[in-house]
């Protein structure tokens, strides 16, 4: 079983994600950390990613796709939470034709709801906190179109498959949780 999570950059996805992973016993995979990994060893794909994503631009579908596929072919008995992927249309196809070849289907797709006004102010804080060299303002300004243009039409994609579930993304981080938990867990039940 997969869950999703989705939402623009700065609304959460990452903690949330890993809150919700420890609370169903399942392994997050967040894509922009293991390319932020991949960078800090030196790696080929670390090579190859790098300057995508200093611009705030999508690191190709092809890269991020053997990526995903290596973590999905080991396995996990908890199933996985996707933090950061799929990131457009492509991905999300290419996401679904996997899923069909090891026999895996998706609980549910959260989709963390935060005004524009609370995102900017979210990833400055973050910025400071995480020393990211992807948070200046214009890289995070593209990564905010980038999310509008190419992600944000997967919350109509997963929506029109019923698998949509929309969280209120602001409050504390604990509440936030109650909330992606207890839909998750829903949607996770329902599903086997
Ligand atoms: P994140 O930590 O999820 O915000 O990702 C940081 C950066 O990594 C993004 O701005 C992209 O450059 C790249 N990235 C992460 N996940 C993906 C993905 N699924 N597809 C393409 N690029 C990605």
Known sequence: MIWI??????????TQAKMLAE???AEHVSTGDLLRQ?????????????SFMEAGDLVPDELIL???REKLGAGSRGGWILDGYPR????AE???????EIDQSIACVVDLEVPEDELVRRIAGRAADEGRTDDTEETVRNRL????????????????QGLLKAVDGVGGI?????????????AGRTAQ
């Open 174 to 186: 604990e509440e936030i949780g109650d909330r992606v938990q207890a839909i998750a867990g829903a």
């Open 88 to 91: 457009n249309r492509a991905q």
């Open 145 to 160: 179109r980038v999310y509008r243009d190419q992600t944000q039409p997967l919350i109509d994609y997963y929506g029109g």
């Open 38 to 50: 991949a960078v800090a060893d030196g790696t080929e794909l670390g090579r190859k990613a790098k």
């Open 5 to 14: 999570l989705l939402g623009p950059p700065g609304a959460g996805k990452g």
């Open 66 to 68: 053997g990526m995903v």
């Open 23 to 25: 609370h169903l016993g």
């Open 94 to 100: 290419s996401l679904g034709a996997m899923l069909g």
